[in-house]
């Protein structure tokens, strides 16, 4: 006579769980804390800043030191602002090759990320920059200069 796995099991061992529904039973958690780890990496991803851009236009007012040819940048701007016998006028910052904030220098522009520069007029005088710096509009009115940096103008164009 051959005696029975269950016979011979104290009444207080746990149920053996057949191998098939062990099995299951792993897949099931295994993917519970996949789902769960997700959702909790989802919750952590960043939330998208989304910041009011400043207005394109605004006023400046130059300092009463500025040199004729010498440059005026505005802080947290990327435009220089020149002032000459012929009037005012406003030159881009933004590199026309991928759009790095170029440097202003003793000749012109300088663009620290790939070394194109540009004369103090904007054209380009060395590559890989393939267009010249644009120039913006201004407009002078009671003595308030206002410089819109969402529209360009021809080049040599200046405010008196
Ligand atoms: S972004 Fe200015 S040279 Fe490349």
Known sequence: MTTTPAASRSRLDPEPVPRRDWLGLSSLWAAAGALLFGVTGMLKLPKAAVLASPSKKFKVTLPESLAAGEAFVPPGRAVAIYKDAQGVYAVSSICTHLGCVV???AEGFECPCHGSRFAA??????GPAPRPLPWLKVTVAGGAITVDEAT???QGTKVA
């Open 103 to 105: 440097k202003p220098n």
């Open 121 to 126: 007029n904007g054209e380009v005088t060395k």
């Open 152 to 154: 360009t103008v021809p």
